[in-house]
């Protein structure tokens, strides 16, 4: 309903596995975003792309790495990562810009669990 | 970029109007006061967005004083439905601002 949809909805994966979280807009947004929520903490961000150009990486360990083909489609590849990273994982899009009233409209998450 | 104050949790009565305040001390003359609601374990929503004054959509009810150093999101009667966090911000997300969602308010609605 939101018009972003993010796959796969909920993930297990190993230490050593290598998986990918896909985000997809269907509103003709120019700016995604990628959020990590643990338990009972903010939502901290992650990953900023406009214009298919990452303009905002908030540190994040390299174990993370985005990839944004286009305007449409957000990815995280995920590898070696910690059980520590085990989240909600939450993509979102906005129009983008230095407009100030720029919203942004999230999709349900992925739940990762990492054993 | 503003930082916000909320506070961190809140509890009403079904049928009550409730209303959670925010401050915003060092708002920029260009920011835009939004206010997001999260249930568990989905991506935040949407509620109203305002510069000044008074905004009121079918959800909610924005109050923003004349200086603008607070907000105050207001829900008519509220039912259980209602009960998730809600988030206040203020600015953008670009160049070298960056939109920061807090811990928020979490409200819970009582039957």
């Known amino acids: 309903e939101t018009g972003v949809t993010q796959t796969p909805r909920h993930l297990v994966m190993g230490m050593t596995n290598k998986k990918s979280l896909k985000c997809e807009q269907h509103?003709?947004?120019?700016?995604m975003y990628w959020y990590k929520q643990s338990a009972k903490k903010p939502l901290e961000l992650m990953f900023v792309?406009?214009?298919?150009?990452?303009?905002e990486n908030n540190s994040v360990p390299s174990r993370f790495s985005p990839e944004c083909p286009n305007s449409s489609h957000l990815f995280l590849h995920l590898h070696t990562l910690q059980p520590e990273d085990s989240a909600l994982y939450l993509c979102?899009?906005?129009?983008?810009?230095?407009?100030?009233?720029?919203?942004?409209?999230f999709g349900p998450g992925t739940r990762l669990t990492v054993l | 970029l503003a930082k916000t104050t909320q506070p961190i949790s809140m509890d009403s009565y079904e049928g009550q109007e409730v209303n959670i305040t925010c401050s915003h001390n060092n708002i920029a003359t260009n920011d835009y006061i939004t206010w997001y609601q999260q249930f568990p374990s989905q991506g935040p929503r949407f509620i109203i967005q305002?510069?000044?004054t008074k905004v009121t959509n079918e959800v909610a009810s924005l109050f923003i004083p004349a200086d603008r150093k607070s907000s105050t999101l207001s829900l008519p009667r509220v039912s259980l439905s209602d009960t998730a966090v809600y988030y206040c911000l203020v600015g953008v997300n670009f160049g070298n601002e960056k939109l920061t969602f807090g811990t928020g308010t979490r409200l819970t609605i009582i039957p």
């Open positions: 305002g510069y000044k």
């Open positions: 979102a899009s906005s129009v983008g810009g230095t407009g100030s009233t720029d919203t942004q409209y």
């Open positions: 509103l003709g947004h120019n700016a």
């Open positions: 792309y406009s214009l298919e150009e990452r303009v």
